[in-house]
């Protein structure tokens, strides 16, 4: 891409004004971005959600202790039992054996050995619950998340008293929605089999299916972004910017933002920066997320989406 001296052949046709996360009258204007905001926040700040993980530990073969004990292998907050179950991993197999803590398991107490599957989800009774417990898991329980990355094997701890002390209208910001960053573009099919090596941020290399390459064209110039599958039938794009890790006010996560759009009509669809948002491990250190490849960089600023705050 051509680029002149000055700051026009970084932003493009997009330089920086107004960052101010709470320009309602655009938003009004553009209910469903309004919608989609709300939500990531609410969903971020959630009892569950990624501002309660407290920890990220992973399994030894053998036992390993779960509780609040200072050598407890998978650490609990320290309001929950010292010894709450033991964790053995045996290969590929991990099975639970509680001990001083009642541990539900799909709505049922976990009474004895119980072998668990990659995501499952055991919640750990709070006595101290704002809330009185009902039948199965209360919302304040802690949850504890079994995770499995490649040939690891980890608990992630969700405790709703740490979302509790996060603010999403401090902690979470936006550039000022605009519509010149919702740009139309192209699927250009992948070759045939094509997949693409993914690195995590612990280390991990795993090979992914490309769908294909999203192109759309800025201030003059083509560019090409590699898309995989993401959820709910989206295409996933992580990408980098003239804005990660930059310090002058419009600055974004160092590590690359996400964007899901939806797939093509007869090969056209339309990418909308608006939309774009940092990893988890913008807001918790106990995430493992996927690292952009090289050919995903950038070389203007992409003032739209999530900023630092």
Avoid at 2 to 26: C, F, I, L
Avoid at 204 to 226: D, P, S, W, Y
């Amino acid at each position: 891409m051509k680029q002149s001296s000055d700051s026009a052949g970084v932003y493009g046709d997009h330089r920086p004004t107004n960052t101010d996360h709470s320009n309602e009258h655009v938003l009004t204007e553009d209910p469903g971005l309004r919608d989609w905001r709300e939500r990531y926040a609410a969903n971020m700040s959630a009892a569950h959600g990624w501002w309660s993980v407290t920890t990220l530990d992973w399994l030894e073969p053998g036992d390993n202790l779960l509780g609040s004990a200072p050598d407890a292998t998978l650490r609990l907050p320290v309001r929950l039992p010292e010894r709450a179950a033991v964790l053995n991993l045996a290969v590929a197999t991990v099975t639970l054996t509680p001990l001083d803590a009642t541990i539900t398991l799909n709505g049922a107490a976990v009474t004895g050995p119980t072998e668990l599957a990659a995501g499952t989800q055991l919640f750990i009774a709070d006595s101290a619950a704002i809330s009185p417990a009902a039948a199965g898991a209360d919302p304040q329980d802690v949850r504890v998340d079994l995770t499995v990355r490649g040939d690891m094997v980890g608990v992630r701890v969700r405790d709703p008293r740490a979302a509790a002390t996060r603010d999403p209208s401090s902690e979470i910001a936006w550039f000022l929605p605009d519509p010149a960053w919702r740009l139309p573009a192209v699927l250009l099919p992948p070759e045939r089999d094509e997949e693409v090596a993914i690195t995590n941020r612990i280390g991990q290399t795993t090979m992914e299916k490309v769908i294909g390459r999203v192109a759309f064209e800025f201030a003059g110039e083509r560019h090409e972004l590699l898309a995989t599958q993401g959820g709910k039938g989206k295409l996933f794009i992580n990408f980098k910017d003239a804005t990660n890790g930059a310090r002058n006010g419009t600055h974004t996560y160092p590590g690359g933002r996400f964007i899901n759009i939806d797939p093509p009509v007869a090969g056209r669809l339309t990418i909308d920066f608006n939309y774009a948002h940092h990893p988890p491990c913008a807001h918790t250190p106990y995430a493992t997320c996927p690292i952009p490849t090289p050919s995903n960089t950038l070389p203007f600023a992409v003032l739209a989406g999530e900023r630092s705050a």
